[in-house]
């Protein structure tokens, strides 16, 4: 176990220092951030001040070392733009962009699986069938349209929820929490809803594909001729065996969830770590667009982590760091 | 019944609000506000706020005019001596009084904050004392027009509050003290702005008790939560949704010429332009946009008309002049060229271009309104006078460094300036690093006759003169046609029909001009 995690810290220290490299490379090959900088009425002396302060003066290979150097000693550089550490801006919208991806996640959880279920076990029944049909909704329309449909129709026509923004927020140890007032739920709703429906679908139709190859398999049928419950046969054994590649896909999905929910916080103006990813490309500021990255590789290697764990403890022919071959 | 139903249930949602927050205004916002700290990063949105919060020594009214902020008058003592006597009797947000140390503090402060955007409007202030604690003192190593103009870009923060304070300090309110109509309360990047009524203020108490300012950038959110009552006010309305607004009497809109003029650049420093070219593609033995002819033949070829109508909706006037008509230095004997495509066919011949040639034409598609439609437009009718034009748009962040890197022939700028002599320092003074002409000029356009014009009305001290001098220069550089003006933008702003807005010039959203 130590081996298989140590092993796994190698991998994501390496994906990430190739990522910063492609990331300086990338923002220089988009042009000179110190354009998107200056302000009108700078003068060419104020430009070669403020390239200097920066170091952007410097070429890109020296930039790159005393970012490697800085990174180093735990210092991910400062945002241009915000002239905030990187680190500090990032920290500071996780909690907004957490609490959106657990809650869009735990809807396509509660959702998905019943109604994947139910499609599996009615496949021809006419709800069984709305269910597909509705699925495929899901998947194919454009999330930002359906945003900006939901904000139409309840906030707009209705008037019944808040267009946008984020509720009220209760600090928890220091952490702005908002799904514990009224205000923050109302404010979460379309936005988990807008952002979970994708998810919702995905889950459906994998816990229903699943649940109809399940049902036809020896160890199903052996059960029920052992004389078990229906209740007991779908949910100790059917749902069980169909929940490893959910587990996965709801863990990679929830990953790039949290990275990049970008369109349904910018239409919601939710302010979350998506759009302050774009916000960064666009206006070049590269210390937040690298130590983004970093943030995200290390919560994707998390994740793929707690992924694996939750397979060993789901499926007992799975051994973690290969003991038992 | 079902409708009667919707605007029932609009109806108490509205009342509902209003009753939980008399006395507040929520204002949506068209772009991110990066930080408190008034010395750190020179953008409209964090000016916005600092105009809340702080005062300057010189305001700027609506008309983009300078006018007395904490500084009651000033004067030049001779030609590099300038004399501000300030407002008495002025409060700091914490009960302390504001004096001339205060100013010095601030002035100090911009010029020496590390990476900080403010230190060029003191930079050229060798010289700063307090006489007494209501007058101050500054010198210029040459006579220089601008201080009061400068100065207004200086924000006066607490010398107790700010002292040692860096930018994270101002954003968490520490040392966010100022003398403006408005206390800090709160800032939440990405998302808010609140700020609470400062009932002594000098300028008289606003009529809102609490101000948030809300981050909505993407333009139908920022509708969608003024259509549904969520925010009462926004600024920037996309040309789009203008009709509608308009139409629906829940809400009100005001507007005003603003100072932002759309223009183009053209390349008339090469001899061979990168993005000019005969008809056929093959390189031309020289570049035609150096030939003042072409150049009007492509202004007369714009028919800036039907830009304005059709494509901005009329948020927009024709413009001739690299600033707006409520300017200062704005020449209004020059009227926008008349769109004539015969004339403009007849120059080209006359150029030695019968047939025309070929252009690449260069924009951002995510800057200024409707940029990538105008720049389709432009290029359909240069088309038809015979140059025959290819668009390129691309993102700002992918369009700025090339277009200062001199990559383009034929660009696309918009530019906003409280001066015709400002903006013509920026746009079309022959580039000099030593005195901070031309960082803008992207044509390199360079007339000496021009420059010295800058130079003689930047070193008058008297007003009126000074304007004669900077039209003189304007005029100077817009008979060579020196860049293509299209037109000015008209700023509006939207808000709920009880709400009233002065709106300005210069496109700030002011809470205390709303009652």
């Known amino acids: 176990m130590p081996g298989f995690l140590l092993q796994r810290l190698a991998q994501a220290l390496l994906v990430i220092f190739i990522m910063s490299l492609l990331v300086f490379g990338g923002v220089y090959a988009i042009g000179d951030p110190m354009a998107m900088m200056i302000p009108p009425d700078a003068t060419q002396a104020d430009a070669a001040r403020m390239a200097a302060a920066l170091g952007l003066d410097q070429p890109l290979w020296r930039q790159y070392g005393v970012f490697l150097s800085q990174a180093l000693h735990g210092n991910l550089g400062v945002s241009f733009a915000f002239h905030v550490p990187a680190v500090t801006l990032i920290l500071e919208r996780l909690p907004a962009t957490l609490e959106l991806a657990i809650a869009a996640t735990l809807m396509a959880i509660i959702f998905g699986i019943p109604l994947g279920l139910y499609a599996g076990l009615r496949p021809n029944g006419f709800i069984g069938r709305s269910i597909m049909a509705g699925s495929i909704l899901g998947f194919s329309l454009p999330t930002f349209w359906v945003g900006l449909i939901f904000i139409l129709v309840f906030s707009v026509q209705l008037g019944w929820l808040p267009a946008s923004g984020r509720g009220e927020t209760v600090d928890v140890f220091g952490v702005p929490l908002s799904f514990l007032t009224a205000d923050g739920l109302q404010h979460m709703l379309m936005p988990a809803l807008n952002l979970a429906l994708f998810k919702l679908a995905l889950v459906t139709r994998l816990v229903r594909a699943g649940a109809r190859e399940a049902l036809s398999l020896d160890y199903v049928r052996f059960a029920r001729a052992k004389g078990l419950t229906e209740a007991r046969v779908i949910g100790a054994h059917v749902l069980r065996n169909i929940l490893i590649p959910v587990v996965t896909v709801i863990g990679l999905e929830f990953g790039s969830l949290v990275a990049f929910a970008v369109v349904t916080e910018t239409i919601f103006a939710w302010p979350g770590m998506g759009k302050l990813l774009i916000d960064s490309i666009n206006v070049l500021d590269r210390p937040v667009v690298v130590a983004y990255l970093c943030v995200t590789v290390t919560l994707f290697v998390l994740i793929n982590l707690a992924v694996d764990l939750a397979y060993a403890a789901l499926d007992p022919r799975v051994r973690l760091g290969g003991e038992a071959r | ?515």
């Not at chain 2, 506000?33 to 009214?61: E, Q, R």
């Open chain 2, 1 to 515: 019944m079902m409708k009667f139903n919707i605007r029932l249930w609009i109806c108490v949602a509205t009342l509902l609000a209003n009753a939980a927050m008399a006395g507040d205004l929520r204002i949506g916002m068209s772009a991110d506000i990066t930080s408190m700290d008034p010395h750190a990063v020179n953008i409209t949105p964090n000016n916005n706020i600092g105009w809340h919060v702080f005062d300057a020594l010189v305001h700027v009214d609506a008309d983009a005019r300078i006018a007395p902020g904490l500084a009651q008058s000033w004067r030049a003592v001779d030609d590099t001596t300038w004399e501000f006597k300030l407002r008495r009797n002025v409060k700091f947000h914490d009960g302390s009084p504001f004096t001339a140390d205060d100013v010095l503090f601030s002035m100090d402060r911009a010029e020496k904050l590390p990476n900080g955007q403010y230190a060029s409007f003191v930079q050229r202030l060798t010289d700063r004392r307090a006489v007494d604690p209501y007058t101050v003192r500054v010198k210029t190593a040459t006579p220089y027009a601008m201080v009061p103009y400068d100065l207004n870009s200086i924000f006066i923060v607490s010398k107790k509050a700010a002292a040692n304070a860096s930018p994270e300090d101002f954003n968490n309110g520490k040392a966010m003290i100022g003398t403006g109509p408005f206390r800090f309360t709160r800032f939440a990047r990405g998302d808010r702005v609140e700020l609470a009524k400062n009932p002594t203020y000098w300028g008289g108490a606003p009529a809102w008790d609490k101000v948030i300012f809300r981050i909505i950038p993407n333009d139908p959110a920022r509708i969608a939560a003024l259509l549904s009552g969520d925010i009462d006010a926004i600024e920037a309305i996309p040309t789009p949704d203008l009709a509608r607004i308009r139409a629906d009497k829940r809400f009100r809109l005001a507007q005003k010429v603003s100072w932002r003029t759309i223009f183009f650049h053209m390349d008339q420093w090469r001899d061979v332009s990168p993005f000019v070219t005969d008809r056929s593609g093959k390189p031309l033995p020289k570049n035609p946009l150096k030939d003042v002819n072409v150049r009007l033949a492509i202004s007369k070829a714009i028919n800036r008309q039907a830009i304005v109508e059709r494509l901005m909706e009329n948020a927009a006037i024709p413009a001739s002049n690299l600033v707006s008509p409520p300017v200062f230095g704005h020449v209004a004997a020059i009227k926008p060229e008349a769109n004539d495509p015969e004339a403009a066919k007849q120059l080209l011949a006359r150029a030695g271009y019968p047939d025309g040639f070929a252009l690449t034409l260069h924009a951002p598609n995510n800057r200024y309104v409707n940029d990538d439609q105008i720049a389709q437009s432009v290029a359909q009718m240069l088309t038809r006078v015979g140059i025959s034009t290819k668009v390129e748009t691309m993102p700002i962040n992918v369009y700025l460094p090339k277009a200062r890197n001199g990559d383009f022939s034929f660009s696309m700028l918009g530019w906003g300036s409280f001066s015709g002599d400002l903006a013509l320092r920026a746009l079309l003074a022959t580039p000099n690093a030593d005195k901070g002409y031309g960082a803008w000029n992207w044509s390199r356009y360079a007339n000496p006759a021009m420059d010295k014009l800058l130079d003689q009305g930047f070193a008058t001290v008297d007003e009126k003169k000074r304007e004669g001098i900077a039209r003189e220069a304007a005029a100077i550089a817009l008979k060579d046609q020196a860049v293509i003006p299209i037109h000015h933008q008209i700023a509006v702003w939207a808000m709920k029909a009880n709400i009233n807005y002065v709106a300005r010039t210069d496109e700030y959203t002011f809470a205390h001009h709303m009652k």
